[in-house]
Nanobody, 124 residues
Framework: QVQLVESGGGLVQAGGSMRLSCAAS????????MGWFRQAPGKEREFVAA????????YYLDSVKGRFAISRDNAKNTVYLHMSSLTPEDTAVYFC?????????????????WGQGTQVTVSS
């Protein structure tokens, strides 16, 4: 079992930056593939970014490439989502997710554990 707790959300102006954190516990963190998803009001939850534990590669939603970066600190059992050049379209609840699979999945069912989510609101 893995517990995930996100933090770092809030209100930011368009063009600003924000860093989300997700602390994991309950299982060896370094063997987890970690992902971030988001869900805007009235929309389905969508993949944002992921980091594979097996090859260290990162993967991104096309619309956030060059603006968002996922990183992890295995010593702190924490994964981060660094967001910059934020736009109102990035407003959503952001969820951290974890998977024991060696490959990265772009869909929700590819992840076994989820955090409670943190709200990110970007004002225009």
């Amino acid at each position: 079992q893995v517990q995930l707790v996100e933090s770092g959300g809030g209100l930011v102006q368009a063009g600003g930056s924000m860093r989300l954190s997700c602390a994991a516990s309950g299982r060896t963190f370094r063997s987890l593939t970690m992902g971030w998803f988001r869900q805007a009001p009235g929309k389905e939850r969508e993949f944002v970014a992921a980091h594979s534990w097996s090859d260290g590669n990162t993967y991104y939603l096309d619309s956030v490439k060059g603006r968002f970066a996922i990183s992890r600190d295995n010593a702190k059992n924490t994964v981060y989502l660094h967001m910059s050049s934020l736009t109102p379209e990035d407003t959503a609840v952001y969820f951290c997710a974890a998977s024991s699979r060696y490959y990265v999945s772009y869909v929700q069912k590819g992840y076994d554990y989820w955090g409670q989510g943190t709200q990110v609101t970007v004002s225009s």
